[in-house]
T-cell receptor, first 116, second 116 residues
Framework: TQLLEQSPQFLSIQEGENLTVYCNSS?????LQWYRQEPGEGPVLLVT?????EVKKLKRLTFQFGDARKDSSLHITAAQPGDTGLYLC????????????????FGKGTKLSVKP | DTEVTQTPKHLVMGMTNKKSLKCEQH?????MYWYKQKAKKPPELMFV???????INESVPSRFSPECPNSSLLNLHLHALQPEDSALYLC???????????????FGPGTRLTVL
């Protein structure tokens, strides 16, 4: 069974600080997604990483996929209160061939609180 | 139209009621999903439809009955639910990308279900 270990589970920081969230597995994933979810709402897709060693930037957020495609990290620079939320990583366990969809394996999430 | 919509936003029902949740997308996605999410937990996959056919049923009790009338619509029929079924029910969809190794899922805002 593929598992994604996400850490830390909880993170409470002051506005302006930097932080990193980690997503690790002993399994190889064909792709990995990062989502952000606010209470009572659905997860919003932030990024998909596909290639080992890939780095993607989204404003103050930097996403990295490990060379072996087993782990990923999310780094936020100069966090703001608007970054508060639950961050979920999710790995795809199968190649997507046309209509055949792979399942997403979710990590348990990192609850981030950024205080003004 | 680049979103997944879900209705109703909130639903309160008794254990003897029959109700339905509705999900709609007009992005041309051919895979649609139902997830259940309890507080402070990641989403748990319930059902997957691929090209309007049920492809995955994650051992969900028969009191939950999915239906995919066409490529844009997904329903979840509820009957004789238990209080422990109270949760956020999320719908998601993903595009078919033949031969590409990733599986991006786009989530709706969810239906907050309370079973009394």
């Amino acid at each position: 069974t593929q598992l994604l270990e996400q850490s830390p589970q909880f993170l409470s920081i002051q506005e302006g600080e930097n932080l990193t969230v980690y997503c690790n597995s002993s399994s190889v994933f064909s792709s990995l997604q990062w989502y952000r979810q606010e209470p009572g709402e659905g997860p919003v897709l932030l990024v998909t990483v596909v290639t080992g060693g890939e780095v993607k930037k989204l404003k103050r957020l930097t996403f990295q996929f490990g060379d072996a495609r087993k782990d990923s990290s999310l780094h936020i620079t100069a966090a703001q209160p608007g970054d508060t939320g639950l961050y979920l990583c999710a790995g795809a366990d199968k190649m997507n061939y046309g209509g055949s969809q792979g399942n997403l394996i979710f990590g348990k999430g990192t609850k981030l609180s950024v205080k003004p | 139209d680049t979103e997944v919509t879900q209705t109703p936003k909130h639903l309160v029902m008794g254990m003897t009621n029959k109700k339905s949740l509705k999900c709609e997308q007009h992005m041309g996605h051919r895979a649609m999903y139902w997830y259940k999410q309890k507080a402070k937990k990641p989403p748990e996959l319930m059902f997957v439809y691929s090209y309007e056919k049920l492809s995955i049923n994650e051992s969900v009790p028969s009191r939950f009955s999915p239906e995919c009338p066409n490529s844009s619509l997904l329903n979840l029929h509820l009957h004789a639910l238990q209080p422990e079924d109270s949760a956020l029910y999320l719908c998601a969809s993903s595009p078919p990308r033949a031969g590409v190794g990733y599986n991006e899922q786009f989530f709706g805002p969810g239906t907050r279900l309370t079973v009394l």
